[in-house]
Each structure stands twice: as structure tokens, then as C-alpha cells.
């Protein structure tokens, strides 16, 4: 068996892996090249395989750096099974279309200038019916249920704590009758953050993938950066400024979201017409967050808790949606005290890139960063202190105050990663991916130090040879079983039905079969998750009542 690190390698995006055996091919991930224009033109090379020769894809998560070359995979040939969890399906769905959609209006701009210059058009990497048919072969998995992809690969998702859907990936393979596992980390997240569970620890693999993004760097607290975060918005606001602040419309939006929900409703002090209004300027974070509530049941149990008492974790006040490019082009007409947080995290693309074009010249302003930036991106650029910068084609001027609030970072810091990696036994060998060289050396010798670890750096479409492990799949079985009991499982479900307005799912229970585990563990998850729906269905109508009040 060997693997090929076809992206992410002594680089941050375009996760990529190969495994072959001599019985099947398969991918861990797909992503898409972001940042510096030379690693973007790596998107449109050949892929290293033959995609028609490939037999399922295993995906971690639905950030575009990991899913964003799915179409373009079905485009060139491939037709056959993508494994994610239930989450990830539903957010793939949205920011596949979407990532097509910027595909189409970039070559559209492109061909424009083209036509101008008398040069030969181009065609995007692939359009909106790519990534409308590639999803017919996404197949839905829940946390910690065993998949039997075929008689030879079998697949655990473990929560990772990075977005909603995100997955810690165990992989058995078994080839001439040996058994090896390997253990892919996916992007790890923090502990104690917002909505999500956090990160869950493996403690056996023989060879173990892992991210290493700030490999080199502490985040503070988080309560510090949300603190941080709210006086910002006041002395920026109070001086008449607008606050503007790029964000990923997938995960890290939504736990601004609830950040700011919980922070305006614990302040009854504050009457309405001082709040100020905080806007939300991308139609994907529009539609992540419809997924969000789709998927409650993948929350922690703070932010459930809070979905059952009747609070919308996604809606307040003085909480705007943009719903139109109208809309949208009109926050820059205007100028009152306000937030605006708007797509893409790293500046790259989207609607951000105008508003911090008619905002980033004015000193009662400020932009605050909450997330990683890509070298070569926007965002770095202008985090880097630049005086200067070409956005729209229109130079413009940084006067506003710049702010990197680190702490809103989805990935873990090296302190979690350490403590990620110190809980597997034994001594698997280790790769390191998916971070900048400087950040993947200091935690490679932290690792090795530390616990005595033979570790890696892969470089772009190097490949190793796997040896044969020790890890036993039948273990794994039996460690799931005994932590799942169906019967109690079975009372909780008719207890909670008793209690809230259900729709009829008594006869799916009645239905079910002890035979088939798997299976049942499978009907207990969507129960459980339609129960959530009714949860956020009421209290959606009672954020509605109080709005109109």
C-alpha cells in the first residue's frame, strides 16, 4: 500500500491524498489551491490519477481547501461514492454551487479582457451543473458509526470539533490479509468554542495524518477575542465608524452570530436604538446557516439547550440579513454606525472586497480579522501592514485600524495539537500536512521531543511506501457496541417525543431490528436530529413573536 500527498503539503489548502492498494484507489479529500496566484494555477493541472480508476472519496469536511475540486473530479470522470457526515453533505451542497458560481463570474470577467486583447477564451474549472450532479454521489455517516466501504475498507468519522460536519477520519485497510489503520486528523478545532462538540481524541493508530496550521503559535482564550470583539464594535461605532469583518460564511460566521445573540441579550440594559446593526453580506452564510439549523443535533449541549428553551441562537434584534446584491450595494451608500460581516474569510473574493474598498481608506474605520489568511491572499496582505493595496482594480489607501483576532481561529493551536497526538499508544508513524514550513518544523520537533515520534513533512506529490500495521478492526467494533446502548437510546427518544409537538416516528422504533446495528444506530441519529428540527421550528416562531413586539 502507499499514499501520495497530492495537496496540502508544506502548504495550507488543496488537501489531497491518494492510497492505493492492490486492490482499490481512493482519495481523503479533494480540495481546491487558494491564496497566492501560483498556487491557485495548480487547480487547473491534470490530476495525478486517472479520476475514472478511482473507487470512492472519503471527505473530511465541507471547507472549499478540502471539497472544492469535487466537481471537477466528476467533470474529468469520476462516478462513484463520496463518504461525509450528514453535515457535510448538507453544506457541500451549498458551497459546491457556490464555489461554481465564482468559477463562471471569474472567466466570465477574464473572457471579457480577453476578447479585448484578441486572446483565446478560457472556460471555468467547472460550472454550476458540475457541482449540481456531483452531489448525487455524496452518501450521508454519522459520528463514530463504523462504515463497511467494501470488504477490504472500512471508515470511522470522529467529531473534529473544526465546523459543523468536520471529521477526525479512522481508516482500515486490509490488504493480504493484514490489517492497517490509518488515522487522518482532517482540521482539528478547539476545545470550549461555540456550538460545536469539541475535538475527540483516538488513542491507536499505525500511521496518523495530521493538520499542523498553527503547528507554531498559542490562540488566546476565546472568551478574551469575543470580549475583544465587542469593545471593537463599541469605541469603533461610537466614533461614528463602521466595523467590517471578513469571515468564512461557513462555521466561523455563525459563531460570531452566536456570540453577538448571546452579548446583546444578556446586555437588557442597552435600549434597541442604541444596538447597533450588525449586517450579514453573503448569501452562502445565508444558506450555511439554514444547514446549521437542518443539523442541530451535531451541536454541543449548551447551544441545544439553548434551541429548546425557545432562543434562535441565529437571530436578535438588531441581527440583519442581506438578502440582495441591492441591499448590499447600499450599505456603501450610507454612512452610519455599523458591522458588517461579509465573505470571504480571506478577502479573496465575494462582496468583502467592496466594502473594504469603501471602507478601508476611512480612519473611523476598522477591519478585524477572524480567521487564518493564506499567504499571499488579500487578508494577509493587508495584515502584513501594507499602506496600499489594489482592490477592484482601484487603489486604496489603509487607514483604517487592522485587527487579528487569532482566537476566533477554527484550527488548533499547537498546545491542542500536542495534546491531540498525546493520546494515541504506541509510536505510529506520523505525517505532517496541511501548514506553512516554518509552523510544520517547529511541530514536527515538538513532536519528536516530546513523545518520541518518527515524523514526516511530505512535499507536493511525494509518496510513501505503508507497512503493514497491527490495528484489528474487531476491536474497533466492539468499543462502539459497548458504548452504545440501543434500549436506552430507544426510552430517551419516546421520552423526549412525550414532551415536545412530535410528528408520528413510533412506528420507525417498532420498526426497527436489533439484527442490523449499524442500521439502527442510523434511524436513532435522524430521530434524533428531526427532533432538534421540531426544537428549532418553535423556536423560530417564538423569534418571530418577539421581533414583531
Known sequence: MKISFLGAAREVTGSNYLVETKNEKFLIDCGMFQGRKELEELNKEDFKFNPSEIDFVILSHAHIDHSGRLPLLYKRGYKNPIYATKPTVDLCEIMLQDSAKIQESDVEWENRKRTRAGKPLVEPLYNINDAENVMRYFQGCYYDDIMKINDNVSVRFR????????????????????????????????????????????????????????????????????????????????????????????????????????????????????????????????????????????FDDMARDLIKSGDNIFEFENLKYVSNVEESITLNKVKFPRVIISSSGMATAGRVRHHLKHNLWDEKNAVVFVGYQSEGSLGRIILDGVKNVKILGEDIKVNAEVYDLDGFSGHADKNMLYEWMKHFEGKPKVFIVHGEEEAQKEFKNTLEEGLGLDCTIPRLNEEFVLEPGKESINTAYENVKNSFEIESEVDDLIKNLDNIKSKDFLNDLKNMSGDDYSDVRRKIYNIKNEIMNIYNDFSEEKEQEKLKK
Open 159 to 298: 467529531d473534529a470539533g473544526h465546523i459543523l460536519g468536520s471529521a477526525c477520519l479512522e481508516i482500515w485497510v486490509k490488504e493480504d490479509e493484514e490489517t492497517t489503520k490509518i488515522v487522518f486528523s482532517g482540521d482539528l478545532g478547539m476545545p470550549d468554542k461555540p456550538i460545536l462538540k469539541d475535538p475527540e481524541f483516538i488513542n491507536s493508530a499505525d500511521y496518523v495524518i495530521v493538520e499542523s496550521t498553527y503547528g507554531n503559535r498559542l490562540h488566546p482564550k476565546y472568551e478574551y477575542s469575543v470580549q475583544k470583539l465587542t469593545e471593537i464594535i463599541d469605541k469603533v461605532t461610537n466614533r461614528g465608524g463602521t466595523v467590517i469583518i471578513p469571515s468564512f460564511a461557513v462555521g466561523r460566521t455563525q459563531e460570531i452570530i452566536y456570540d453577538l445573540n448571546s452579548h446583546y441579550d444578556s446586555a437588557e440594559n442597552i435600549e434597541y436604538h442604541n444596538r447597533v446593526p450588525i449586517y450579514i453580506d453573503s448569501p452562502l452564510a445565508v444558506r450555511a446557516t439554514e444547514a446549521f439549523m437542518k443539523n442541530s443535533y451535531f
